[in-house]
Nanobody, 123 residues
């Protein structure tokens, strides 16, 4: 079992950057496909990015490709989401999640979730 705690959210102007962190405890992040999701007000939670368990490949939803980057530091047992060129439509609560399988873009495949961190992008 793994516990996940997100941090790094906040208020930023459009065009700015933030780096979210997801600190894991209990088991190492290399045992999981690690994903980031987000949920905007009034919308369903959506997949953003994943780094695969087996070989650290990364996949992104189209709306963040070229702007966001997911990475993991196994020594620190932490997963990151670097977010650049932020837009007001990126405003949401961002969640880190762990998938016991290699990787997935589907919320239902993730076994463990953090509590979320708020990101607000002003225009």
């Amino acid at each position: 079992q793994v516990q996940l705690v997100e941090s790094g959210g906040g208020l930023v102007q459009a065009g700015g950057s933030l780096r979210l962190s997801c600190a894991a405890s209990g088991r190492t992040v290399s045992n999981y496909g690690m994903g980031w999701f987000r949920q905007a007000p009034g919308k369903e939670r959506e997949f953003i990015a994943v780094i695969t368990r087996n070989d650290g490949r990364t996949y992104y939803t189209d709306s963040v490709k070229g702007r966001f980057a997911i990475s993991r530091d196994i020594a620190k047992n932490t997963v990151y989401l670097q977010m650049n060129s932020l837009k007001p439509e990126d405003t949401a609560v961002y969640y880190c999640a762990a998938d016991s399988a290699d990787w997935s873009t589907k919320e239902r495949d993730y076994d463990y979730w953090g509590q979320g961190t708020q990101v607000t992008v002003s225009s």
